[in-house]
């Protein structure tokens, strides 16, 4: 079973930066393509980034320019690089993980491992 960990949230003021972790446990197929997930409270959970090994990636909209993913496939590990960071983008951080797809998006429901989450908070 594939285990992931995220790692580097914290509080920041707007227009600050932050790097976010996820280590996955093994070297799997399970991590073949990695996203981030966050979740406000009382909102829908919603794709941040997704990156496939290999590096091709997608992001939302409303992060495009100021988020950067990638991933050490030798460390197994995925990074979160956000700038320019904004009060809407307090949320919870989660990352996820599923084996190879030729349908790479960011529906929650197409990823199948999932860490416990880290917590970013964004003053104004």
């Known amino acids: 079973w594939l285990e992931l960990v995220e790692s580097g949230g914290g509080s920041v003021q707007a227009g600050g930066s932050l790097t976010l972790s996820c280590q996955a446990s093994?070297?799997?197929?399970?991590?073949?393509?990695m996203a981030w997930f966050r979740q406000a409270p009382g909102k829908v959970r919603e794709g941040v980034a997704v990156?496939?090994?290999?590096?091709?990636?997608i992001y939302a909209d409303n992060v495009k320019g100021r988020f950067t993913i990638s991933k050490d496939d030798v460390k197994e590990t995925m990074y979160l690089v956000m700038d320019n960071l904004k009060s809407e983008d307090t949320a919870m951080y989660y990352c996820?993980?599923?084996?190879?797809?030729?349908?790479?998006?960011?529906?929650?429901?197409?990823?199948?491992?999932w860490g416990q989450g880290t917590q970013v908070t964004v003053s104004s």
């Open positions: 996820a993980s599923r084996g190879p797809t030729t349908t790479m998006n960011l529906d929650a429901l197409n990823f199948h491992f």
């Open positions: 093994q070297s799997s197929s399970s991590s073949y393509v």
């Open positions: 990156i496939e090994r290999g590096g091709r990636t």
